[in-house]
């Protein structure tokens, strides 16, 4: 692994100390746990300690002859941010869609007229396996220029089965190839293809019977997810979806109540999902449960803003009790972005989040929400040594100076892979 890391002298260290258990909730999305002056010692990939400079140079002094030293003076040190929503793999653009969405159509009229989702599943259909690795390669780069060290990535863009595999393999090679952590969901739930439009019921069989069978025999997906939404799946066929899913060891997640309230929020409480996205209309009910279950509410601010509509109400779901995350949603329809650091920006602006609660929302309670709290998300003695420097002296002026891509130095898996804002040269298709 190299040698040994120090990190010295942050002008304030992050680091969530205390959360690997469970997401953090209302008030505890505050506590950052922030150390003035800190710095982390790391070895072999792991973090080793965490303190003061001074605490911990007087640890390992003796050492410094053979470490690698990371300044970090008057910069904001924080945990790899984990993007827990994202379509990472697919093939082309919809810039298209993006004039007619100006010029006042609808997502799903787009949709319903052949575009949407379904225009990227023609595209992601055509492309071979080399051409889906590239396009989605060069995306995990811009992700880690942006801080994030973990991306959760579905398929969907097939909706039969080969397209589908064609998806969850690529984002199993990436998994291998790239030094970001990719974590796969399965879902061939994100839409009704055509020839099942009069019956949809055939496609749900079709999912339950073969296609999840499949893809937790072949070991290609840790999540199962459904677009539960008045014109896509009724709460009735996802719940089935879902549970048809764990039944296969397959951990539910689920698009819910993103343009009407449809009770999404509520399947997720009562399925046990790991995790309810979007989250737009969700009820004051459904949210409650949410709260009640720990189902962590991933919200997707970017997906609001691109669309023109209006952002989920996160301030209401951390008072009520919900573990609230952040993410881009990257696809190339509604949130063509890769950038985690604006949508916390959004998370201020549009939704109510304080400074201190997007960076929770961004790092430990992301990471629960694709079931790694227990590895990534904080800076503690044991965790793998994910850390992205800012080049801000505080975590009120990362939220303060929006729009900005303040990343100065990433740290992944205890190897520097961003410094100076740019990719190194030596980073290398290999996470070893």
């Known amino acids: 692994m190299g040698h040994p890391i120090f990190i010295r002298n942050a002008s304030q260290l992050v680091t969530l100390q205390g959360s690997s258990q469970a997401p953090l909730v209302k008030e505890a999305m505050s506590e950052l746990g922030v150390i003035e002056n800190g710095s982390v010692w790391i070895e072999n990939g792991v973090i080793c300690a965490v303190g003061t400079d001074e605490a911990l140079f007087e640890k390992y002094g003796e050492r410094l002859g053979e470490v690698e030293i990371v300044d970090a003076g008057g910069k904001l040190v924080t945990p790899g941010l984990v993007d827990p929503h994202t379509h990472l793999v697919f093939a082309g653009s919809r810039e298209n869609e993006f004039n007619m969405r100006l010029q006042g159509a609808t997502y799903m009229e787009i949709m319903n007229s052949g575009g949407g989702i379904h225009a990227t599943t023609r595209r992601t259909k055509s492309a071979s396996h080399e051409e889906l690795f590239k396009e989605s390669f060069e995306r995990l780069n811009q992700f880690l220029r942006h801080g994030v060290t973990t991306v959760e990535a579905k398929s969907g863009y097939g909706m039969e089965w080969e397209t589908e595999l064609k998806q969850l393999e690529v984002a199993k090679l990436l998994n291998e190839k790239h030094v970001i952590d990719v974590v796969p969901t399965f879902m061939g739930a994100h839409a009704i293809p055509k020839e099942y439009k009069e019956n949809p019921d055939q ?4 999912l339950i019977n073969e296609l999840i069978p499949k893809v937790a025999e072949l070991g290609l997906a840790e999540f199962n997810d459904v677009f539960c939404e008045h014109g896509v799946f009724t709460p009735e066929q996802s719940r089935r979806i879902l ?24 399947l997720a409480a009562e399925v046990g999902a790991i995790s309810a996205d979007h989250l737009l209309r969700a009820s004051e009910k459904g949210m409650k449960a949410m709260a009640e279950k720990g189902v962590v509410g991933v919200l997707l601010p970017g997906t609001a803003y691109f669309l023109m509509a209006e952002s989920a109400n996160g301030r209401k779901m951390i008072d009520i009790g919900v573990p609230v995350a952040l993410s881009t949603d990257c696809n190339p329809g509604s949130s063509p972005t890769v950038s985690l650091p604006f949508i916390m920006n959004l998370g201020c602006l549009k939704m109510g989040m304080t400074p201190a609660e997007v960076i929770t929302a961004a790092t430990i309670n992301a990471a629960h929400a694709i079931n790694r709290g227990q590895e990534i998300g904080s800076i503690e003695v044991g965790k793998k040594a994910d850390i992205t420097i800012f080049n801000v002296d505080n975590y009120m002026k990362l939220q303060y100076s929006y729009g900005v891509n303040h990343t100065h130095t990433v740290v992944k898996s205890g190897k520097v892979v961003v410094r100076g804002g740019q990719l190194l040269e030596e980073l290398s298709l290999s996470k070893n």
């Open 243 to 266: 549970e048809a899913g764990k039944r296969h060891g397959l951990i539910a997640k689920i698009h819910a109540d993103e343009i009407e309230p449809y009770e999404g929020a509520e």
């Open 203 to 206: 496609f749900v069989e079709l």
